[in-house]
């Protein structure tokens, strides 16, 4: 496959550095870090009684304040030094997050909201608070675009470690005053006991439209409208995973257990096809990397090969692909230890 790199030579040279610490292995917290910062995580809590009361009364049975309707519907963990990030994506209705016009600004309308949020451990089905916070959020759309009923994606960035959780969240209007609540289950894996007993696995797979160096690192936690932000990179995912016929999404993903040889360099073969139904409809040239750290370039088809057979004999023919669900099956190789790792993304494809 010959595609056109996103990354510049710079950036791909900054996110080496950034993730080469120990990058064969998860990175674990020391005990004092955990400490430390669990000391700052409280001192952090800033939520107001009244929210916070409103988030542990629904807790129990996930009892939902729907004034201002929201729900996570996925997340992304993100590799980081000493920790993962945790990326959490939810859908709303512009009416809903009531965005105005301001009489000083009448080409844009505008949203200024706060997300309140605390994580729970689940242990045993018993939830332990392990912090809680919150984070601004100042949103604008052009008024020539501002559509109602247009629904925008937001994603809420927070670093976190390994293990089960509970995301407790409230997001309010800071004009209207208007609160909606929502809870999501979700589970970060342990990935450094992955890698000690001899297997790979790789952080979430995304699927990114467009992606952007930014100037300097932003601090957790933060609230974006339509991308979020990791280490020094702005990334604008395919949230709901629906691709055209020759859209060339960007798959970015980190792999963990990846074996260095004698040298100390690594050796990664990844074969990548597109199926519809489990039959192939099309296999790409194996790719080889030199990094655990995955960027690659993916173009969807316009057409299929189709065998046909009549009068005129046998041939091969280009034939249109169909709408519906297909899946981009990734077949992951460690050329150094024999280690093999199969991934599915599936997608559906909207035929205009």
Same mark, same amino acid.
């Given at each position: 496959?010959?595609?056109?790199?996103?990354?510049?030579?710079?950036?791909? !040279?900054?996110?080496? #550095?950034?993730?080469?610490?120990? @990058?064969?292995? &998860?990175?674990?917290?020391? *005990?004092?870090? $955990? %400490?430390?910062?669990?000391?700052?995580?409280?001192?952090?809590?800033?939520?107001?009684?009244?929210?916070?009361?409103?988030?542990?009364?629904?807790?129990?049975?996930?009892?939902?304040?729907?004034?201002?309707?929201?729900?996570?519907?996925?997340?992304?963990?993100?590799?980081?030094?000493?920790?993962?990030?945790?990326?959490?994506?939810?859908?709303?209705?512009?009416?809903?997050?009531?965005?105005?016009?301001?009489?000083?600004?009448?080409?844009?309308?505008?949203?200024?909201?706060?997300?309140?949020?605390?994580?729970?451990?689940?242990?045993?089905?018993?939830?332990?608070?392990?912090?809680?916070?919150?984070?601004?959020?100042?949103?604008?759309?052009?008024?020539?675009?501002?559509?109602?009923?247009?629904?925008?994606?937001?994603? !809420?960035?927070?670093? #976190?470690?390994?293990?089960?959780? @509970?995301?407790? &969240?409230?997001?309010?209007? *800071?004009?209207? $005053? %208007?609160?909606?609540?929502?809870?999501?289950?979700?589970?970060?894996?342990?990935?450094?006991?992955?890698?000690?007993?001899?297997?790979?696995?790789?952080?979430?797979?995304?699927?990114?439209?467009?992606?952007?160096?930014?100037?300097?690192?932003?601090?957790?936690?933060?609230?974006?409208?339509?991308?979020?932000?990791?280490?020094?990179?702005?990334?604008?995912?395919?949230?709901?995973?629906?691709?055209?016929?020759?859209?060339?999404?960007?798959?970015?993903?980190?792999?963990?257990?990846?074996?260095?040889?004698?040298?100390?360099?690594?050796?990664?073969?990844?074969?990548?096809?597109?199926?519809?139904?489990?039959?192939?409809?099309?296999?790409?040239?194996?790719?080889?990397?030199?990094?655990?750290?995955?960027?690659?370039?993916?173009?969807?088809?316009?057409?299929?090969?189709?065998?046909?057979?009549?009068?005129?004999?046998?041939?091969?023919?280009?034939?249109?692909?169909?709408?519906?669900?297909?899946?981009?099956?990734?077949?992951?190789?460690?050329?150094?230890?024999?280690?093999?790792?199969?991934?599915?993304?599936?997608?559906?494809?909207?035929?205009?």
């Amino acid at each position: 496959m010959n595609f056109k790199k996103i990354f510049t030579l710079s950036l791909a !040279l900054i996110l080496i #550095l950034i993730l080469s610490v120990n @990058i064969s292995q &998860a990175w674990p917290q020391k *005990k004092d870090q $955990k %400490k430390d910062q669990k000391k700052e995580q409280k001192a952090q809590s800033v939520i107001p009684k009244d929210i916070k009361n409103i988030l542990e009364q629904g807790l129990p049975t996930r009892q939902v304040k729907t004034d201002l309707p929201f729900q996570f519907i996925s997340n992304y963990i993100l590799p980081a030094k000493g920790t993962y990030i945790g990326i959490f994506a939810t859908k709303i209705k512009n009416a809903d997050l009531e965005y105005t016009q301001a009489p000083s600004d009448p080409q844009n309308y505008k949203s200024e909201v706060e997300v309140f949020f605390q994580f729970y451990r689940d242990e045993n089905g018993t939830p332990k608070l392990v912090t809680e916070n919150k984070a601004p959020g100042s949103f604008f759309i052009p008024a020539a675009d501002y559509k109602p009923e247009a629904e925008n994606y937001y994603y !809420l960035g927070y670093p #976190l470690s390994s293990g089960k959780y @509970i995301l407790a &969240a409230a997001i309010g209007n *800071k004009v209207t $005053k %208007k609160l909606g609540t929502a809870y999501y289950e979700f589970e970060i894996p342990n990935y450094e006991d992955i890698v000690k007993n001899n297997k790979m696995e790789t952080t979430s797979l995304l699927m990114l439209k467009d992606i952007e160096q930014m100037d300097t690192q932003e601090n957790y936690p933060n609230f974006h409208m339509n991308y979020f932000s990791w280490m020094i990179l702005k990334a604008f995912p395919y949230t709901d995973n629906n691709l055209k016929p020759g859209d060339q999404p960007t798959l970015m993903f980190l792999v963990y257990g990846v074996k260095p040889d004698a040298t100390g360099k690594v050796e990664i073969e990844v074969n990548y096809d597109i199926r519809k139904d489990n039959n192939k409809i099309v296999a790409f040239t194996p790719m080889k990397y030199d990094s655990p750290f995955i960027n690659q370039q993916i173009p969807i088809p316009t057409a299929k090969k189709v065998k046909i057979t009549d009068s005129k004999g046998e041939r091969i023919e280009d034939r249109p692909l169909e709408p519906g669900n297909y899946e981009l099956v990734i077949n992951i190789k460690d050329v150094v230890s024999g280690l093999t790792l199969e991934k599915k993304i599936p997608f559906e494809l909207i035929v205009p």
